[in-house]
């Protein structure tokens, strides 16, 4: 209930900043659970997902969020030298629609904030099973990276046969310590959510770290490279 809650804030936000279906918000963040909030919101809205490979310098973010025409952006505060470095024409597009997870920036809102002063009403946003959930730029292909366009029914169809496949269900306790910029970790993050169970999120990965969480929290299984 904690969790729905927090989504409908987010989802109630981004619609009164102007970011309505079909249009894109950018994520720069290590994984956390704002950044499944913020997966989920965009779900609930139509809203396209872009997530943001951590390791890319400026100029290549600037390349993405131009592409995608990301007219909004959430980072975590560890980047903000970085988001201070986009091309002028991206950070135009974005600069009044800017939240920032962790630590205070003068250049973005707090995420929490934007959570804190928005309504939690549920709303039928009309989404369709065909609409894009996400835009993951893939470096799969020869040249740039292209962006691949995921719907709302392949990553639910994705959910069930991973659920089949591994019998997984609500009993399970999921840990997925590789990157939530990522579509494989990420989904099998929200797979947990979606099939009622427990997910453990950790913002990378930390040997020790891990197997503690293991013990700690029983966890049943997780996706790994």
């Not at 560890?78 to 470095?85: S, W």
């Not at 597009?93 to 997870?101: E, L, N, P, S």
């Not at 959570?115 to 993951?136: N, Q, T």
């Amino acid at each position: 209930r904690q969790l729905n809650e927090r989504v409908c804030r987010i989802a109630t936000a981004l619609q009164d900043a102007g970011v309505m279906a079909g249009r894109s918000l950018a994520i720069l963040a290590r994984s956390s659970a704002e950044y499944l909030e913020l997966y989920f919101a965009a779900g609930m809205t139509g809203t396209l997902l872009v997530p943001i490979n951590l390791h890319l310098k400026a100029s290549d973010v600037s390349s993405r969020l131009r592409h995608s025409l990301a007219m909004a952006l959430v980072f975590d505060s560890e980047f903000a030298p970085l988001v201070d470095e986009l091309d002028a024409d991206v950070r135009d597009a974005i600069k009044d629609r800017m939240w920032c997870i962790g630590t205070p920036q003068p250049s973005a809102r707090a995420y929490e904030d934007l959570i804190a002063h928005a309504k939690a009403s549920k709303v039928d946003w009309g989404v369709r099973p065909e609409d894009i959930l996400y835009l993951g730029y893939t470096s799969g292909t020869t040249g740039p990276s292209k962006g691949a366009r995921i719907s709302q029914r392949a990553v639910v169809v994705g959910y069930l046969y991973k659920a089949l496949a591994y019998g997984l269900n609500w009993h399970d306790v999921s840990l997925n310590p590789g990157p939530f910029w990522h579509s494989a970790p990420r989904d099998y993050a929200s797979l947990a959510v979606y099939l009622g169970g427990t997910c453990v999120v950790t913002r990378g990965f930390e040997a020790t770290e891990y197997f503690q969480l293991v013990e700690r929290h029983g966890v049943t299984n997780s996706f790994m490279v």
